[in-house]
């Protein structure tokens, strides 16, 4: 499988533990791209395919184009301050598929929201 060009990608950012819960979810099936953590640990990134932005409206999330990785390639995270989470060599896919995203985290936010509902 070949790697998407350098670029030709967006990121949608989550709140780290709602993106925590969708890649355990995610991983379940197939299809989970490279995913980026910040430096502070408050979000984490799914790289999905160029185009997403425009039709991307999850509350609670943001999609942005995602910048080059640079002469480094894939090693370097397009995205200044961040690390790889799940480095595009040990993705499942070149990017996540924005629909099975968009899923995954609807599911991880009424499963947190569940939880929190239980411990007060």
């Known amino acids: 499988m070949g790697r998407t060009p350098a670029g030709e990608h967006d990121l949608v950012t989550v709140p780290t ?5 969708a890649v355990d979810l995610l991983r379940l ?3 989970l ?7 502070t640990g408050e979000t984490l990134g799914f790289l999905v395919p160029r185009g997403t ?5 999850l509350p609670g999330s ?3 184009p995602a910048g080059d990785p640079g002469p480094t390639g894939a090693d370097r ?5 961040t690390g790889w989470l799940i480095a595009p060599q040990g993705a499942g896919a070149d ?12 599911r991880a936010a009424r499963t947190l929201d569940v939880l929190d509902r239980c411990r007060h």
């Open 53 to 57: 932005t425009e039709r991307w409206d």
């Open 17 to 21: 533990r709602t993106g925590l819960e």
């Open 62 to 64: 943001a999609c942005v």
């Open 33 to 39: 791209g490279p995913v980026l953590y910040d430096a």
């Open 29 to 31: 099936g197939e299809g």
């Open 95 to 106: 990017t996540t598929c924005p629909d099975r995203l968009r899923e995954a985290l609807r």
């Open 77 to 81: 995270p397009p995205v200044t301050g």
